[in-house]
């Protein structure tokens, strides 16, 4: 923890933005946002290879650096020394929001102490269409993210079962299931419950019912594309 009333004194000539990107349709972005990654010095990718199609797809030629969980820690005080000296930088990652299930919370920490203004735009994250598409309320929510695929799964599990509020996950295709069993067991079979998949793209599902369901449905054929399961809250 550290106190924010000790970073109040910000260099506006350094800039670092966090810039969402579409996840899955490549017209899901915004003018701003194509018009700060036209204007920065760099930009930090998640995947270069994945970003550098959708700057293609926009014409937009500018440098591109790593920037993901495996190298943070390790780059984290070269790019503050980049942007303290003035250099403008958009983060971005493969789809959504920076720092929704995707690094970019110790560079913005980072920034914040070192004085560095950060600007966060609005835009595409995948979890928002899947919640208030789900039919289910969506008026009071928690985002859990992925849940922990080993240590300490069951104890969250257990603490999120008498949870009133509705309940946001992302989960792996091939998880899937198995996370809806589990579900199951602590929820109750009962428990409504949503699954979009391929949200903005041509494939698009979602897939309403109770958690026994949706884990019968989808246990009886293949499941790709990205995840977002929608759980309501205890009533």
């Known amino acids: 923890m550290f106190n924010f009333s000790t970073f109040q004194h910000f260099n506006l000539s350094t800039l670092l933005y966090l810039v969402p990107t579409p996840i899955g349709n490549l017209r899901d972005i915004t003018l701003r946002s194509l018009d700060v990654l ?7 990718a998640e995947d270069t290879r994945t970003s550098s199609h959708l700057l293609n797809h926009y014409g937009i030629t500018k440098p591109l650096t790593p920037y993901h969980q495996h190298n943070e820690h390790k780059v984290l005080q070269h790019l503050v020394d980049q942007l303290q000296a003035g250099k403008k ?28 203004r950060v600007e966060s735009l609005p835009g595409a ?11 289910i309320p969506c008026n009071r929510f928690c985002f859990e993210g992925f849940l922990p695929q080993k240590k300490g799964r069951q104890t969250l599990l257990r603490k999120l079962a008498t949870e009133e509020r ?13 996370t809806l069993d589990d579900l199951v067991q602590f929820f109750g079979p009962d428990r409504p419950a949503a699954v ?6 041509l494939f698009e599902e979602n897939k309403r019912g109770s958690l026994q369901e949706l884990a019968d449905y989808f246990r009886n054929g293949s499941v790709k594309g990205e995840i977002v399961l929608v759980v309501q809250g205890t009533e």
Do not use: Q
């Open 38 to 44: 036209k204007e920065a010095d760099l930009i930090l």
């Open 125 to 135: 994250t995948a979890f928002v269409p899947a919640l208030v598409n789900s039919g």
């Open 196 to 201: 979009s998949r391929e949200l903005t793209k």
């Open 166 to 178: 509705t309940m946001i996950f992302y989960e792996s295709p091939l998880r899937l299931v198995k």
């Open 89 to 116: 930088m958009a983060l971005i990652t493969d789809a959504g929001t920076p720092g929704i299930s995707d690094p970019a919370f110790l560079l913005v920490r980072e920034c914040i102490r070192a004085g560095v």
